[in-house]
């Protein structure tokens, strides 16, 4: 727990500190610094200069920005703190997995529930003003039918009567007979209503919203007119319902006149039959329209007639539990209806905007209730409750069921990487012996397996780097060691210009190539390579080095000199292996070059420019590799050939190792020894450094990236000038030479 408590404060609000002191830290103190400074001066009561509002705005704009950049490096701290156990991660990813996406579900749900009530409402305040314009009409249609039938006799006392059969469930209609003067055609058998002595215009009822109609407007046709109109009063706008009908006559004298204010009473009507109630009506402006509402009456006092006449008793609702179905709206909502309504003037259309406040529990309960009776209550509502509950319990047992089991896998997740997390620790301070316990059979439990299995093999991984490294460290001494059995330097000779290289495949390798020289006017030139690579074929090579280097102060003949090495190496190396040389001896004096060549590579020659041809030769005498335990040698010696070959000023030969000719490309072509001997061809005259540059450069470019398989070794062999030689030569090497002769 300490491990994981050191872990856990990294992030922790202290490092919020040298937040502190960073520049737009600062720069929040300097500009609060001039801020104050500046408040002081103010104080003062002098006045300040232009330039010190520039400063003052300045100093504003340092503290904002210093502000917004601490309080962003402060939140990403925060998150980190937050976010830094795997618990708190699961438990954000659950809210936003789960939790969000299912608020998400419910709020749409929510809109649309209410939407459709919404909607719902509009149509049900459109469907009671449709309600009312049909009654309307029927009241009229009746009330003229009847005047036509009664001769227009006691037009008055007719309209008293037909206010008050409508007056309980109507208490603002009022009722008018204007007189007309227009022809329509008849359609029934009705008498001629122009016999009606109506002269002046007979109202009933309060009219208490706005003046008696005293004429009908051309636009009513003969077929009468029923629908809203509006009339305002000071600034509000009102709505009522009006119908118009004409006499079953050619020429209908009269036109009866219907009004039903959607007044107080009626929008409480309304509220108790839809449960939507109607709280305010304005006119709505429209482009191009003219329809305006009539002016109004003024209002009159309750108490006074008129209005007070108008009130009334909404009616008892008729559906079965109405008495439970009237209590208080729950959660009012507001939203509005537009409605369609006609200037009374012109008939041109106009739209109202009717603010409206539904009860959803009141509408919800008028259609529950319009499913009978379960006992005292609705069927629809007492099955709605029942799904409620049921559901309600079901939710409740499916949550906690949910929560235990991801309380339990959350755990479960958190505490093995908690151990994890411990052991890793653990391992960080080189304690791999720690174990995890294995509490469940999944995927971290395989986890906690494999590292358990891995902290084992930690320690042997360490030991095995270890020894690795120690052997790479060998490695490379015996490289360096290598490198300096090679000749150091290129060999000085008046007349002859040598360059050589040597390029191991690995650390070490078997590839030898030396300079011997020999008296003053004669020098050995040496290359071979013994098979294999690595350290086996480099300890090969330095045995080889001290018994060439014997051989050649004893036998001046190439040739001689093999056949000896053949028999010693052949007694000491092993049957696997063997090695392939080609010793050379030039002769400056004699202008001539002596060799033998035992299994090696060929020997190219490129002549020099007097020479009638300069095409490369490849030199390949006779001669197996050295250290076959075939017939004590006698097969080695019958078979080695000796060549002996004149000099000439700017002859170029090349030895070289089967890695330059050998080397290969991706497509497995060789390198090959044509390719090479037209590469030294064409380049013959370049000096001895630049062609070995150049023909490295070739075989690079023909590998073109392939992994170097074999040790590369070259010698450049070029011949100046032929005169008579003087050798300089270290006599601290001749010495040595002679030392290593007397032990041979």
């Given at each position: 727990m300490a491990a994981h408590h050191s872990l856990d404060s990294r992030d922790s609000p202290s490092r919020a500190a040298p937040l502190l002191r960073t520049l737009p830290a600062r720069a929040i103190v300097a500009g609060a610094a001039i801020k104050v400074l500046l408040f002081a001066v103010r104080l003062t009561g002098r006045g300040v200069p232009t330039l010190v509002g520039v400063v003052d705005s300045v100093a504003g704009l340092a503290i904002a920005g210093g502000a917004a950049y601490v309080l962003f490096r402060l939140f990403l701290l925060a998150?980190?703190?937050?976010?830094?156990?795997?618990?708190?991660?699961?438990?954000?990813?659950?809210?936003?997995?789960?939790?969000?996406?299912?608020?998400?579900?419910?709020?749409?749900?929510?809109?649309?529930?209410?939407?459709?009530?919404?909607?719902?409402?509009?149509?049900?305040?459109?469907?009671?003003?449709?309600?009312?314009?049909?009654?309307?009409?029927?009241?009229?249609?009746?009330?003229?039918?009847?005047?036509?039938?009664?001769?227009?006799?006691?037009?008055?006392?007719?309209?008293?009567?037909?206010?008050?059969g409508v007056q309980s469930e109507f208490p603002g209609s009022s009722l008018a007979v204007v007189p007309v003067d227009r022809r329509c055609a008849a359609t029934g058998g009705g008498t001629d209503a122009a016999v009606l002595p109506l002269t002046r215009p007979v109202t009933e009822g309060p009219w208490s919203h706005i003046d008696p109609p005293t004429s009908v407007p051309r636009w009513i046709g003969c077929e009468g007119f029923?629908?809203?109109?509006?009339?305002?009063?000071?600034?509000?706008?009102?709505?009522?319902?009006?119908?118009?009908?004409?006499?079953?006559?050619?020429?209908?004298?009269?036109?009866?006149?219907?009004?039903?204010?959607?007044?107080?009473?009626?929008k409480e009507w309304l509220r108790h039959d839809t449960g939507v109630d109607v709280r305010s009506v304005s006119a709505v402006e429209v482009a191009g329209a003219t329809a305006r509402p009539l002016q109004g009456r003024p209002a009159v006092p309750r108490g006074k007639g008129g209005a007070a006449a108008a009130t009334g008793t909404p009616p008892a609702s008729g559906a079965p539990g109405a008495a439970a179905l009237r209590g208080a709206p729950g959660g009012p909502l507001s939203w509005v209806t537009f409605l369609d309504f006609h200037d009374w003037t012109s008939g041109e259309p106009g739209t109202l905007l009717v603010s409206t406040q539904l009860s959803i529990q009141d509408i919800l309960s008028r259609l529950l209730a319009a499913q009978g009776l379960v006992g005292d209550r609705p069927f629809g509502q007492a099955l709605l409750r029942v799904l409620l509950y049921v559901v309600?319990?079901?939710?409740?047992?499916?949550?906690?069921?949910?929560?235990?089991?991801?309380?339990?896998?959350?755990?479960?997740?958190?505490?093995?990487?908690?151990?994890?997390?411990?052991?890793?620790?653990?391992?960080?301070?080189?304690?791999f012996t720690h174990k995890i316990a294995i509490t469940a059979e999944d995927q971290l439990g395989e986890l906690a397996r494999s590292f358990n299995s891995m902290t084992a093999s930690i320690e042997d991984l360490l030991r095995q780097a270890a020894e690795k490294k120690r052997l790479e460290e060998e490695l490379r001494i015996a490289h360096e060691i290598q490198m300096s059995l090679l000749p150091q330097a290129p060999l000085v000779m008046p007349g002859l210009s040598t360059t050589a290289l040597c390029i191991p495949a690995r650390q070490v390798g078997g590839d030898y190539y030396d300079f011997l020289p020999l008296d003053d006017h004669r020098v050995g030139v040496l290359i071979a390579d013994v098979s294999g690579k690595g350290t086996s074929a480099a300890l090969y090579m330095a045995q080889l080095k001290g018994l060439v280097l014997s051989l050649s102060t004893?036998?001046?003949?190439?040739?001689?000199?093999?056949?000896?090495?053949?028999?010693?190496?052949?007694?000491?190396?092993?049957?696997?292996?063997?090695?392939?040389?080609?010793?050379?001896v030039v002769d400056m004096r004699a202008h001539t070059m002596t060799y033998a060549r035992a299994g090696h590579t060929p020997l190219i020659h490129v002549p020099g420019p007097s020479a009638s041809s300069r095409q490369a030769r490849?030199?390949?005498?006779?001669?197996?590799?050295?250290?076959?335990?075939?017939?004590?040698?006698?097969?080695?010696?019958?078979?080695?050939?000796e060549q002996t070959i004149p000099l000439?000023?700017?002859?170029?030969?090349?030895?070289?190792?089967?890695?330059?000719?050998?080397?290969?490309?991706?497509?497995?072509?060789?390198?090959?020894?044509?390719?090479?001997?037209?590469?030294?061809?064409?380049?013959?005259?370049?000096?001895?450094?630049?062609?070995?540059?150049?023909?490295?450069?070739?075989?690079?470019?023909?590998?073109?990236?392939?992994?170097?398989?074999d040790d590369m070794t070259m010698i450049l062999l070029k011949v100046e000038e032929l005169g008579r030689p003087t050798i300089n030569r270290d006599l601290a090497n001749l010495a040595d030479l002679a030392e290593l002769a007397e032990k041979a």
């Open positions: 998150r980190r703190r937050l976010l830094w156990r795997v618990r708190r991660k699961l438990i954000l990813s659950y809210i936003f997995i789960g939790f969000v996406p299912a608020i998400l579900i419910v709020a749409f749900f929510v809109l649309g529930a209410l939407l459709l009530f919404f909607n719902f409402s509009s149509y049900l305040v459109q469907a009671e003003v449709r309600s009312l314009d049909d009654q309307a009409r029927f009241l009229a249609t009746s009330a003229a039918l009847e005047i036509q039938q009664g001769g227009g006799r006691d037009v008055p006392a007719l309209l008293t009567r037909k206010r008050q029923s629908g809203l109109l509006a009339y305002s009063r000071g600034e509000d706008t009102y709505m009522f319902v009006r119908a118009v009908a004409f006499p079953d006559s050619p020429t209908p004298g009269y036109a009866v006149t219907v009004d039903l204010p959607i007044d107080d009473p009626m309600g319990g079901l939710f409740l047992v499916i949550e906690v069921i949910a929560l235990v089991v991801g309380s339990a896998l959350a755990r479960s997740i958190t505490g093995s990487v908690h151990e994890l997390f411990t052991g890793t620790e653990r391992v960080r301070q080189g304690d004893i036998h001046t003949s190439p040739r001689a000199l093999l056949v000896n090495a053949n028999r010693i190496i052949a007694e000491h190396l092993d049957a696997r292996s063997f090695i392939t040389m080609t010793y050379a490849i030199l390949a005498p006779n001669g197996m590799v050295l250290g076959l335990k075939l017939d004590h040698g006698e097969m080695f010696e019958r078979m080695l050939e000439q000023a700017g002859d170029l030969y090349v030895f070289f190792t089967d890695g330059i000719s050998e080397a290969m490309n991706a497509a497995d072509d060789c390198f090959g020894e044509v390719r090479l001997g037209q590469l030294v061809e064409d380049h013959a005259d370049l000096p001895s450094d630049e062609l070995r540059e150049r023909v490295l450069r070739d075989v690079e470019a023909f590998v073109a990236g392939t992994p170097q398989h």
